[in-house]
């Protein structure tokens, strides 16, 4: 079945009314529900005359109320001094960013902090001159275990002096992206034929300041070979273009708070027995609407970060993929620049084309292993790595399943419009299980227990078959919006 079969428009029609009523319905029960909650907690009369928020999400309001100074101050020096430097002096750009970065490191972490971060990469990058994969991936892995494993995070975390609230925050976000960051220079070190990088190369790389503490990851080759450039142009209506995605990330920043104010998506899950007189539907939607916010959360915080990145001529990762656009488990990811790290190093370098049963089992399981490490071990962490992993070999299994006869012949009988109806379906139920796997990180396992009970077992069979329904309505949208892409795709091409 090939990506550009389509579907009548009246069947595209009914599909999107019936998603748009779905969330609209379910949008209006959490909505409810939110407002049951505020007069649970304060009382109806004090609901009524504050503007309450959503307080939960400790990482919204870590970056948009303690820590929205230091982002404002930070990056708004880095953009000037990169401006001046990119009119000025073009081919030294890369030392003013790694001295500013440097400096941004050191006045607000501390001396200590800088030296351990400069002891692993001093360690790392001497093991990159025995130009062996294996070691690097041993050392790189050891040196991220020192950061996520205890004692060992804790005894050097002791050795950063001050008591501030971003301190914890600061610390493991920029010590573990700064270790897969030395991890990708030193493959990319034994990949080099001629000689070694230097390791100059190596902290102009690790301290540009905009992906130091919360990345994205972007693979030594890649920025190597852009912050290089002597000659800095900027592409037809580039721009403009950066211009508009800046206006829509703040955008989003103000939606996004005044949501708050309205959906308690993440308070209510943390009441279990306020949870358990939910209906079907508001559960469903909660649960996807945790979903669909921490990608906002992630695309926001990306977002930014990237359009600083742009502004300096680079071209980095892009904002994760919406997961209302999402039905298979090899698209999902809420870090695009963690997934282009694993998919090169290991997912790919090991699963090779993707078709044999065996290397997709011995990728994945890699992949994941690493994840959980990158992640920190934990109960919860184990629970979604194993889930996610088998989720994504399932998919491989079913594939090759339904390639045999007589499936196959079946499927080439058919029309390519049914054929698509039918994959529809399946479609729809790997969407649930990709929303009931994450949904236990995102939140908690005993609220995706209980939605996976309430939706599979107790709803069983009206709530099933039509969420269900529903979903699969959903998925035939993202289907027809990858068509279009794909005839858009071909038009520039041919042009």
Not at 206 to 227: A, E, I
Not at 361 to 390: D, H, K, Q, R
Not at 398 to 425: K, Y
């Amino acid at each position: 079945m090939g990506i550009k079969a389509a579907l009548p428009s009246y069947e595209l029609g009914l599909y999107a009314l019936v998603v748009l009523c779905a969330i609209a319905y379910s949008g209006q029960e959490i909505f409810e529900c939110s407002q049951v909650a505020v007069n649970v907690r304060v009382g109806a009369f004090m609901a009524s005359v504050l503007s309450l928020q959503d307080t939960a999400d400790f990482e919204w309001a870590m970056w948009f109320t303690s820590f929205r100074n230091f982002i404002i101050f930070a990056l708004s020096g880095h953009v000037l001094f990169a401006k001046i430097c990119s009119m000025t002096v073009p081919q030294h750009r890369s030392v003013v960013y790694m001295v500013y970065g440097i400096l941004a490191v050191l006045g607000t972490m501390g001396s200590s902090y800088l030296m351990i971060i400069l002891s692993h990469c001093l360690v790392l990058y001497t093991v990159s001159l025995v130009k062996q994969k294996w070691l690097c991936f041993v050392a790189g892995l050891c040196s991220l275990a020192s950061f996520k494993v205890e004692p060992f995070n804790t005894w050097q975390n002791g050795f950063v002096t001050g008591t501030f609230d971003l301190q914890d925050v600061l610390f493991y976000g920029g010590s573990g992206f700064s270790i897969m960051r030395c991890m990708s220079f030193a493959l990319e070190n034994c990949e080099r034929k001629d000689g070694n990088y230097s390791i100059f190369a190596l902290l102009k790389y690790n301290f540009y300041l905009p992906f130091f503490f919360f990345g994205p990851v972007m693979t030594f080759d890649r920025f190597h070979d852009q912050v290089n450039i002597s000659e800095l142009r900027r592409k037809e209506n580039e721009m403009w273009h950066i211009r508009v995605h800046a206006v829509v990330h703040l955008a989003a920043i103000v939606a996004v708070d005044v949501f708050f104010h309205f959906f308690y998506i993440l308070t209510i899950p943390s009441d279990m027995k306020f949870v358990n007189r939910l209906s079907d539907w508001a559960l469903a939607g909660l649960a996807y609407s945790n979903l669909v916010y921490d990608w906002v959360k992630a695309a926001v915080m990306f977002g930014v970060i990237n359009t600083i990145a742009r502004l300096d001529h680079l071209d980095p990762p892009q904002p994760p993929k919406c997961i209302t656009m999402l039905y298979v488990f090899a698209e999902t990811h809420f870090d695009r620049g963690i997934n282009d790290w694993l998919c090169k190093y290991v997912y790919d370098y090991i699963g090779e084309n993707h078709d044999n049963i065996l290397k997709e089992l011995v990728a994945t399981v890699s992949t994941f292993l690493i994840t959980t490490l990158w992640l920190g071990p934990c109960e919860i962490v184990y629970i979604w790595s194993i889930c996610n992993c088998f989720g994504l070999n399932f998919e491989l299994w079913v594939q090759q399943f339904f390639q045999l006869n007589p499936f196959a012949g079946m499927e080439a009988n058919m029309s390519e419009a049914m054929s698509r109806r039918i994959r529809g379906f399946f479609g729809a139920a790997n969407f649930w299980a990709i929303v009931l796997y994450n949904i236990l990180a995102l939140n908690s396992l005993d609220f995706a227990l209980l939605v996976t009970r309430r939706i599979l077992q107790i709803g069983f069979p009206l709530s099933t078959l039509s969420i269900w329904f529903i979903t699969y309505c959903g998925v035939q949208l993202i289907k027809e919006r990858e068509r279009w892409l794909a005839i858009q795709e071909e038009k520039e091409k041919a042009e």
